[in-house]
């Protein structure tokens, strides 16, 4: 059971298949600690809504926390991730003693990790194929869906922002982000860079798992980036994992023979508890998804849902999980 610091009251805003929550729903399952569940729909459109831009005037996604106990709002992941710790005594900390050099480390590859622009990968896949070795898993159909109505949400941003002047500069906010998110997307030169950079970040893991494996030998206990202990690095590290085996560049990304450590460590996190809940988790949505997905077919209402990264993503999701 939980052991709670004080006892608090927490609200999760979020959406199981986006990027974003999985790392803080990792986070809530890892310390074992209560939340109440509130799904914000990305395929219906429910992040762009007034009450959840109310929520999160400036955040271009979902997860949101709520601390009821103490009326505070927490509206970045990586920071969500650092509240939740905080608020259990449970298992380790997932953020060592920043003072101590383990948390350093910790934190400097926590960083590392954030700065991957998964929406330009998932997107730059989408709008060019060709870039995912074996291919992008996503039917043709939905991608062109995808892209439709990536292109559609910046004149329904606008469109939100005449019709709810309290909330105007959020929603013009967040309808430069997607123009700017747009340009890089439909630059294959661009998505290219962030591709080549993504190999150097999984080069230099797979060097310090090889590392960490040669200065521990044989050992019985699971050793994830950092030893024994299971931290927030691990658990970017492993929504980012699942995202590239989703997207079909598993293979040519940590394959066994391009990189055998991170490949071995993927298959052991699969096997960790609070991985297979997550997967669970993702596979009651099933019958949602479906629903989602045929109101996604509307090219108006897809438009206004955005349709973006998590959605991308939970279609995949589910027919992978069929």
């Given at each position: 059971?939980?052991?709670?610091?004080?006892?608090?009251?927490?609200?999760?805003?979020?959406?199981?298949?986006?990027?974003?929550?999985?790392?803080?729903?990792?986070?809530?399952?890892?310390?074992?600690l209560?939340?109440?569940?509130?799904?914000?729909?990305?395929?219906?459109g429910?992040?762009?809504?007034?009450?959840?831009?109310?929520?999160?005037?400036?955040?271009?996604?979902?997860?949101?926390?709520r601390?009821?106990?103490?009326?505070?709002?927490?509206?970045?992941?990586?920071?969500?991730?650092?509240?939740?710790?905080?608020?259990?005594?449970?298992?380790?900390r997932?953020?060592?003693?920043?003072?101590?050099?383990?948390?350093?480390?910790?934190?400097?590859?926590?960083?590392?990790?954030?700065?991957?622009e998964?929406?330009?990968?998932?997107?730059?896949?989408?709008?060019?194929?060709?870039l995912?070795?074996?291919?992008?898993q996503?039917s043709?159909?939905?991608q062109?869906?995808?892209?439709?109505?990536?292109?559609?949400?910046?004149?329904?941003?606008?469109?939100?922002?005449?019709?709810?002047?309290?909330?105007?500069?959020s929603?013009?906010?967040?309808?430069?982000?997607?123009?700017?998110?747009?340009?890089?997307?439909?630059?294959?030169?661009?998505?290219?860079?962030?591709?080549?950079?993504?190999?150097?970040?999984l080069?230099?893991?797979?060097?310090?798992?090889?590392?960490?494996?040669?200065?521990?030998?044989?050992?019985?206990?699971?050793?994830?980036?950092?030893?024994?202990?299971?931290?927030?690095?691990?658990?970017?590290?492993?929504?980012?994992?699942?995202?590239?085996?989703?997207?079909?560049?598993?293979?040519?990304?940590?394959?066994?023979?391009?990189?055998?450590?991170?490949?071995?460590?993927?298959?052991?996190?699969?096997?960790?508890?609070t991985?297979v809940?997550?997967?669970?988790?993702?596979?009651t949505?099933?019958?949602?998804?479906?629903?989602?997905?045929?109101?996604?077919?509307?090219?108006?209402?897809?438009?206004?849902?955005?349709?973006?990264l998590?959605?991308?993503?939970?279609?995949?999701?589910?027919q992978?999980?069929?």
């Amino acid at each position: 059971m939980a052991q709670l610091k004080a006892e608090k009251k927490f609200t999760l805003y979020y959406f199981p298949t986006s990027y974003s929550s999985q790392k803080v729903l990792l986070a809530f399952f890892e310390k074992e600690l209560a939340f109440t569940p509130r799904l914000v729909s990305l395929f219906s459109g429910q992040h762009n809504q007034p009450w959840y831009v109310k929520l999160n005037p400036e955040g271009a996604h979902v997860p949101v926390l709520r601390d009821e106990t103490t009326d505070t709002t927490v509206t970045d992941p990586a920071s969500i991730m650092e509240y939740v710790d905080e608020a259990s005594e449970n298992g380790e900390r997932l953020f060592p003693d920043e003072s101590s050099e383990l948390g350093k480390q910790v934190r400097q590859l926590c960083k590392r990790l954030d700065m991957i622009e998964m929406d330009v990968i998932t997107y730059g896949i989408i709008y060019h194929p060709h870039l995912s070795g074996a291919g992008c898993q996503i039917s043709g159909a939905v991608q062109r869906s995808m892209r439709e109505n990536f292109a559609n949400r910046l004149s329904y941003l606008t469109e939100l922002a005449a019709a709810h002047p309290a909330l105007r500069d959020s929603y013009l906010t967040k309808s430069q982000i997607a123009a700017q998110k747009f340009d890089i997307i439909t630059d294959e030169a661009k998505v290219k860079g962030h591709l080549e950079a993504l190999k150097r970040t999984l080069k230099d893991i797979e060097q310090q798992l090889k590392e960490l494996k040669e200065k521990n030998g044989d050992v019985a206990d699971e050793l994830w980036l950092f030893g024994p202990m299971f931290t927030a690095a691990d658990i970017h590290l492993t929504v980012l994992l699942n995202r590239l085996a989703l997207l079909g560049m598993d293979k040519e990304y940590f394959s066994q023979s391009l990189c055998p450590h991170i490949d071995s460590y993927f298959s052991q996190v699969k096997k960790r508890p609070t991985y297979v809940r997550l997967e669970k988790d993702i596979s009651t949505l099933k019958l949602t998804l479906v629903w989602e997905n045929l109101k996604a077919w509307s090219p108006y209402l897809a438009g206004a849902a955005g349709l973006g990264l998590a959605a991308g993503g939970a279609y995949l999701i589910y027919q992978k999980s069929k």
